[in-house]
């Protein structure tokens, strides 16, 4: 049976999917709390001087800028890449050998990437004959390093202050490393696959043909009682390829 609209009122739902135009991967936004547009007008009037009372005698309004702003509350290495100007590279385990880290007594240090908490660390000083420092007597493992004992007992400081080098082997988990600001700004397809939750969930949709996104305005890394969001802003350019009567270069939807 062929899907009929039932009311038109409206609560939009659904997917929004970035496709890079420069080609690769589409990825999926996630979870989007609000999606806005905004349509800015260059307003051109010719005043009537005719009469005390004024009014307009003809009005010429031109779309300046189309834009919009979404929200997403899944920080996704994509997302955070997108909104950062940022490349993005997934890199797998490996067994990482001889890391020079500095280290004072009583002070956390991160390893150059994040370790496997399952898997062994080893840490030696880098004076003199080499030392294996001891686990739980020397150091403690955190989640990114380790930390240094107040007053550990198989490397000696001087002063609180004093820095000492040592070497580390671990194994790297698969992680993200996102650059940001590394990156040009890219252009993408946009398109939305929407669903009207008012409308028995009828499937609506959106493909804006050129978008370029800016860089975050703003993100909450750390602290707060909510879930953190991204926020994510981006300017619809006209897409030149999109010629024929009646044809939008700009943003084409569907709906029951």
């Keep these: 049976m062929a899907l009929v609209s039932e009311t038109r009122g409206y609560k939009g739902r659904g997917r929004f999917i970035l496709r890079p135009l420069g080609g690769g991967r589409p990825f999926e936004l996630g979870n989007v709390t609000g ?56 890199l797998g385990d490996q067994a990482i050998t001889g890391e020079t880290v500095s280290v004072w007594s009583g002070t956390r240090v991160g390893f150059k990437y994040l370790p496997d908490p399952d898997q062994t660390v080893t840490v030696e000083t880098t004076d003199g004959s ?19 004992k107040d007053a550990p007992t198989n490397i000696t400081f001087a002063t609180l202050d004093e820095e000492l080098q040592v070497t580390v082997s671990y194994n790297r988990n698969p992680q993200y490393l996102i650059q940001a600001l590394a990156a040009a700004q890219q252009t993408y397809e946009l398109r939305w696959e929407g669903l009207n939750a008012v409308d028995g969930g009828n499937p609506m949709s959106a493909t804006y043909f050129r978008v370029k996104l800016s860089p975050t305005s703003g993100f909450q890394r750390h602290g707060g009682d909510d879930f953190a969001e991204l926020a994510l802003s981006g300017t619809v350019l006209a897409d030149e390829t999109r010629t024929g009567a009646g044809l939008s270069r700009f943003v084409e939807m569907a709906m029951i």
């Design 35 to 90: 999606f806005s547009e905004s349509i800015e007008i260059d307003r051109q009037a010719r005043q009537d001087y005719t009469t005390a009372a004024g009014g307009e005698l003809d009005v010429n309004e031109n779309v300046s800028t189309f834009t919009f702003e979404a929200t997403c509350n899944d920080i996704t290495p994509k997302n955070l890449a997108a909104a950062f100007l940022a490349n993005s590279e997934l």
């Design 130 to 148: 080499p030392v294996t420092l001891v686990e739980g007597t020397d150091y403690d493992r955190t989640p990114h390093g380790i930390r240094i």
